[in-house]
């Protein structure tokens, strides 16, 4: 089930779990309260089922007990419990008071709910259509009643996303509760939450906004500000405004949930699940991935104890998992984490549903990140297939999986689909998000990147800028991503020749990272490589040592002392020290740049002959020869090891090799190594295609 429609049916009876802590309790008493407070109540409901049966009822009076206990299982959520009571209890009432009956009718609803709980909303729809047609039969087409199952089957219908089968019955069921009750009633509060929550998935955020404050107004008003209905209502409208960019609004309510919620229901109750998780959305959007890290896992656990391994509602957390492990670059723990959601999903809901279609977009994206190009692009295609099949050519989740299929293609050289994604991307986001919103900035940076790489600076300025004013004007939140404009536009004004104009930019981007994260984070290891490249453009090495220092910082900080990209970064600073003559910090770095590789790789791994490479031309500048043939050699041998020969390295390295052994004196060895040389060149030339220089 969507989290929303979680809270929608939990906004309307979770009250009950709160007055199962009686009317004396104190709220903010505790978890241990409310467990005890449960256990309480289900032994006196499995008391009364037992005394019934114990007289051998078999009718409406052993269904009654029933019915409570079933109540009590899915407030409590332990849905499947409930499934098997409600089961019992419609063949009691086939048994015992017929199909036609109105009392059917609710053990119909009850047993739907049941069901959706379950994530088996498709079986939870016959019951509801003949729950409906009970009603209508039996009560009058403008009944609440009626309007209860209405809403319902709309509600249900919004799960599976038909959503033009939805919208009617909202319609509908709001008409009669708002005849029978008027405005200020329970009922149409309920009613409006979930019809606002219907406009949301379809992207009409204006329409949803005031159906959401009237629902949350009202339940204020009524029940109190610490009830739990109003907590629903709050984190419902909190992933609203995540949706419009109102990010702090958005963490403001979310956390005022939050608060209710653990209060009132206790720390394990599902809801605080769904609440967690909705404030870990929040703080992804605001780059604080520790935080949402932690909340996540606190829900993962929650789920797992009331829903068991395996179930959806557990597999949706492991989604959020996964991603917050790409954006980390944590690639393969993100890639061994999706290839499971998408088994999970699939397994459930079959190859079409829209979670496959997200689950194997996030895994296209760390495909992409490890620039596994050919393995992203069937993902990110069937991605988009199964969002344009479920929602139609115009939704929200449409334009996101074309800006991924697009991003895959411009990787691939196939510019002009790239840019056709992009533009149909923008025009999507444009209509659901207005023009001003942070999604369509990100777009105008996809288009501004495309334009920038085939040489349209021009057109890739333009779209930068725009995206600029956008980020400025969404406020603090959106910080980060005016630090990351900032260095789009600099790379712009470097190709353009407009050097100083790129350093200011680079260097405003550089503070307000540093003000937003500190001296460290994964962001500012591009924004560092672009300064570098700029001084060293101009040869300026000594400052460009300086951010080289930086950037090698960041990264050991980030990736890991050890990591490749570290390790590649100390070669390229130990590179900058060489040109500056600074031959001793040059030996340093690119020494432990050699060890990086050693520990992550093993002593005769390929990857550790580009730092001995680097090494041995160090010592052979500085007059090191024996240094230098003993790096050189080693490299050969590695080299020399693998099954498919590296013509060119062996080629370089030989020479280098035949360099310090003749300074050396050692002629007839030297000249062997010449020779060597020179097979390696013949066997290269071999290799190449006719025509190739």
């Known amino acids: 089930m969507k989290r929303a429609a979680t809270v929608a049916w939990l906004v309307a009876v979770v009250a009950w779990s709160a007055s199962c802590q009686g009317p004396g309790a104190r709220p903010g008493a505790g978890e241990p309260d409310v467990a005890d407070a449960n256990a309480a109540s289900e032994a006196r409901l499995l008391e009364a089922v037992r005394v019934e049966r ?108 038909k959503y033009d089968e939805a919208e009617p019955l909202f319609k509908e069921s709001l008409a009669i509760f708002l005849k029978a009750y008027g405005p200020n009633h329970e009922q149409v509060a309920t009613t409006k939450n979930n019809f606002a929550l219907h406009y949301k998935y379809r992207g009409k955020f204006a329409e949803a906004e005031p159906l959401y404050k009237a629902a949350l107004e009202y339940r204020r008003a009524t029940l109190g500000p610490d ?86 509602e557990v597999v949706a957390v492991q989604d959020d998992l996964a991603w917050l492990d790409y954006r980390l670059g944590k690639y393969p723990e993100a890639e061994r984490a999706y290839k499971e959601v998408v088994a999970s999903y699939e397994k459930r809901f079959g190859p079409d549903d829209a979670r496959v279609g997200r689950a194997l977009d996030g895994l296209g994206c760390v495909y992409r990140a490890e620039q596994r190009y050919a393995e992203a692009l069937p993902l990110f295609e069937r991605a988009l297939a199964i969002y344009e099949k479920v929602h139609g050519p115009e939704h929200d989740s449409v334009a996101t999986a074309a800006r991924r299929l697009a991003s895959a293609y411009q990787s691939l050289g196939r510019t002009a689909e790239a840019e056709r994604l992009y533009r149909r991307a923008l025009g999507i986001y444009e209509k659901v998000y207005g023009p001003n919103s942070s999604t369509v900035a990100w777009t105008l940076d996809d288009l501004g990147y495309l334009c920038r790489e085939t040489g349209r600076l021009d057109e890739a300025e333009q779209f930068y800028s725009r995206a600029l004013a956008i980020y400025e004007k969404v406020g603090p939140q959106g910080r980060s991503d005016v630090a990351s404009s900032l260095r789009y536009l600099g790379i712009v004004r470097r190709r353009q020749g407009r050097h100083g104009e790129a350093e200011r930019l680079y260097l405003r981007s550089l503070n307000m990272y540093e003000e937003l994260f500190g001296r460290c984070h994964a962001d500012m290891a591009p924004l560092l490589e672009s300064i570098v490249y700029l001084y060293e453009t101009e040869n300026r090495l000594t400052d460009a040592r300086v951010m080289q220092q930086r950037r090698v910082e ?93 013509y060119e390295a062996i080629k370089a390295v030989c020479e280098n090799c035949a360099e310090a052994l003749e300074k050396m004196g050692l002629a007839a060895q030297a000249r062997a190594m010449q020779r060597k040389a020179q097979e390696a060149a013949a066997k290269l030339r071999s290799k190449k295609p006719a025509g190739t220089p």
């Open 554 to 646: 960041v990264l050991e900080a980030t990736a890991g002392p050890n990591s490749r990209q570290a390790q590649e970064e100390l070669g390229h600073l130990g590179w900058i020290c060489r040109g500056l003559r600074l031959w001793d910090e040059a030996e340093r770095v690119l020494k432990k740049s050699l060890a990086a590789a050693e520990k992550r790789c093993g002593q005769d791994h390929p990857e550790v002959t580009g730092p001995l490479r680097r090494l041995g031309s160090l010592y052979l500048l500085t007059g090191r020869w024996a240094d230098a043939q003993g790096c050189c050699q080693r490299a050969l041998r590695i080299t020399e090891a693998q099954a498919d020969k590296d």
């Open 54 to 161: 114990a007289r051998g009822s078999a009718d409406q009076q052993l269904a009654k007990p029933l019915r409570d206990l079933g109540d009590f299982y899915r407030e409590t959520g332990r849905y499947g419990e409930a499934l098997k009571v409600w089961q019992e209890v419609l063949e009691i009432d086939a048994a015992t008071i017929g199909q036609k009956d109105v009392q059917v009718a609710t053990d119909l609803r009850d047993a739907a709910l049941a069901y959706r709980s379950l994530e088996r909303t498709e079986e939870a729809l016959p019951l509801l259509k003949r729950a409906l047609a009970i009603r209508r039969e039996k009560l009058g087409p403008e009944s609440p009643g009626v309007a209860l199952v209405l809403r319902d089957l709309a509600t249900a219908c919004n799960e599976l996303d």
């Open 227 to 312: 009830d739990p209905a109003v907590a629903g209502s709050l984190c419902n409208l909190g992933m609203l405004y995540l949706k419009m960019d109102r990010l702090a609004e958005a963490e403001s309510l979310c956390r005022e949930a939050l608060a209710i919620e653990r209060r009132r229901l206790g720390a394990a109750h599902p809801a605080v699940a769904s609440t967690l998780t909705s404030l870990a959305a929040v703080c992804r959007r605001r780059d604080d991935l520790a935080e949402a890290e932690t909340l996540l896992r606190e829900a993962l656990a929650i789920r797992q104890k009331v829903f068991g391994a395996g179930h959806s």
